[in-house]
């Protein structure tokens, strides 16, 4: 299946998701696959038989969040310089979604921006963060806070790489697939709530209509001026909770899924999501073993790092909230009482 990128409005942007068995790749040019240590010891010579090229190298960084920072970037780049890449040298991001967002934003920056192609290897890079054109890294001040849009050449999903992909990884992604469904699809939601995705081809047709509701979210709106910021339902919230958590105890996916059920219940306060569907949204994250709690040590701390979300703006807060199952709202009006009182669900402290 083919699902195709045209950008509205970067007309001469246009590239194919592939979402099939990882094809030949040849290049005519110099290639550098970036890869980690355990993506390497699992796929990397799979990978390394599909592709031909004059030169090709391979790039290995080390496997985690907390090294998704500009230190790593620069030892990217400096392997790029010692093999002399050019204009024309291609970068392959052969990872999940650290490796793909470090990878990108590398290139956007290599002599002022090269070519690279995404080929994600989790099922939440593969559903949502090779998917777009979002790069970047994090700083001491929070997640992503430091990158660019800069869109690949082209995407290639094959679902084999999954078949060694841990449970918990697995589960982080399904997070995503889950926003997704609550954002902009409840017959897809329901449909979510019954399916098997042991089963190969019902997590095929997942994967691809994931990818096909987001490629038409980003087709719209690349740069994240209306629509697309849709898609940071629950990141709000999460983006605070791996901060807190200096990036090593949760997973992106988890976070999220804890930051969707803190969503749901200012949505509920607010009167946009009834208990029954937020009920429902909390026990199909809980059904792919996902967290759905997490102990707010400090209410007035966890609010205020919000605005270090770079979604805020003008000393708003920008909320992505779920309206029902399948719509949304986008606020910036929110009271603080109001957020205030929601996490205080998640604290020890009385209401």
Same mark, same amino acid.
């Given at each position: ?62 496997? =985690? ?12 780049? $400096? ?53 777009? =054109? ?55 939601? $329901? ?67 804890? =930051? ?32 759905? $709690? ?58």
């Amino acid at each position: 299946m083919i699902v195709p990128i045209h950008l509205e409005n970067s007309g001469a942007v246009e590239y194919d998701i592939t979402i099939d068995k990882l094809p030949k790749l040849s290049f005519d040019t110099k290639v550098a696959v970036v890869t980690n240590p355990t993506v390497s010891s699992l796929h990397l010579d799979k990978l390394l038989e599909q592709i031909s090229a004059t030169e090709l190298h391979v790039v290995t960084v080390p496997d =985690g969040e907390e090294y998704k920072n500009l230190d790593t970037v620069v030892d990217i780049l $400096d392997e790029l310089f010692t093999h002399k890449l050019d204009r024309k040298s291609i970068l392959i991001a052969f990872g999940g979604g650290v490796i793909g967002d470090m990878t990108g934003f590398t290139a956007s920056m290599y002599q002022r921006g090269i070519g690279f192609v995404q080929i994600p290897t989790t099922l939440l890079s593969q559903v949502d963060a090779s998917v777009g =054109g979002k790069t970047g890294v994090n700083n001491r001040f929070g997640k992503n806070l430091i990158g660019a849009f800069y869109q690949p050449k082209a995407v290639y999903i094959d679902t084999d790489f999954l078949d060694t992909l841990p449970s918990r990884e697995f589960s982080a992604g399904v997070a995503e697939i889950i926003k997704m469904a609550v954002m902009f699809d409840s017959d897809y939601f $329901d449909f979510l709530e019954s399916a098997d995705l042991s089963n190969k081809e019902v997590l095929q047709k997942v994967i691809a209509r994931s990818v096909e509701l987001k490629a038409k979210v980003v087709n719209q709106d690349e740069k994240e001026a209306g629509i697309r910021a849709v898609l940071n339902y629950g990141h709000t919230f999460g983006h605070v909770i791996e901060n807190e958590t200096e990036y090593k105890k949760y997973l992106h996916g988890e976070a999220v899924a804890i =930051g969707m059920v803190m969503a749901n219940s200012l949505a509920n306060i607010l009167g946009l999501m009834s208990q029954d569907e937020m009920d429902r949204v909390k026990n199909l994250l809980i059904k792919h073993n996902l967290p759905v $709690d997490y102990e707010i040590k400090d209410v007035e701390q966890f609010y205020d790092k919000f605005f270090l979300d770079k979604k805020s703006a003008n000393d708003k807060i920008k909320f992505i909230l779920p309206k029902g199952i399948g719509d949304f709202e986008v606020r910036v009006d929110i009271d603080k009482d109001s957020v205030i009182e929601a996490l205080k669900k998640f604290s020890r402290v009385s209401m």
